[in-house]
């Protein structure tokens, strides 16, 4: 896979408030935002993986290895598929609530992933002129939400978060991008671990966190 790809996610964000911005007044969501693709990529500065599992309403999401069939049958929902090939995505989304501020969060499946095994969460706010499609489940109250590994979450503010995740590979568009890349030797043949969080902010008020998980020869 081209570093390019990495990307991914943190274009995403950028081109999730462009999109909802043509839906007009009131959007209902669906679908994960579609990626576009920036140029270049840093070098990773990550020493430690940032995301590579989560939990779910009280379920751990094991990246790469938890299937999106596994998720729907606990929680319903319906499977959405898009594209093609390499562009091809395959998701389950869900909206829960945290007090009095709304979610969604979106679980993604690519094609290295053969579309079944979980690769990718895109967690955002929900504005007061947005819903959720009848597709996306709601999660069951008081399931505990999604709780990351790190102690990050929409609504907390761009200090908070820098002060939990420290310095940013880079920054673009109010998007903070942190990148995780090894190279493991441990079986053959060699293998990359490459894992990217993309952290995006309105106002300094984080608005929505993704990541991405992926492994190739």
Not at 66 to 94: H, M, N, P, Q
Not at 111 to 121: A, D, Y
């Amino acid at each position: 896979m081209e570093r390019i790809a990495l990307f991914t996610l943190a274009a995403a964000c950028v081109c999730s408030a462009q999109q909802k911005a043509e839906k007009g007044a009131s959007a209902v969501l669906w679908e994960p935002p579609v990626p576009s693709w920036p140029q270049h990529l840093p070098q990773a500065t990550m020493k430690k993986e940032p995301i590579s599992t989560f939990q779910l309403a009280g379920m751990p999401i094991v990246f790469e290895k938890t299937k999106l069939e596994d998720v729907r049958s606990r929680f319903g929902g319906t499977i959405g598929t898009r594209g093609d090939a390499g562009d091809s995505r395959a998701w389950l989304c869900y909206q829960g609530s945290n007090g009095d501020r709304h979610w969604i969060v979106w679980l993604t499946s690519g094609e290295i992933e053969g579309h079944t095994s979980i690769n990718g969460v895109e967690w955002e706010t929900l504005s007061a002129d947005e819903s959720t499609d009848s597709r996306c489940s709601t999660l069951p109250k008081d399931s505990g939400g999604i709780q990351l590994p790190l102690a990050i979450y929409p609504g907390m503010t761009g200090q908070e978060a820098r002060q939990v995740l420290g310095q940013p590979t880079m920054t673009r568009n109010n998007v903070l991008i942190f990148s995780y890349e090894r190279r493991k030797s441990m079986f053959r043949p060699k293998f990359t671990v490459q894992n990217l969080m993309a952290v995006a902010l309105r106002d300094d008020i984080v608005q929505e966190i993704d990541v991405e998980r992926t492994t190739t020869n």
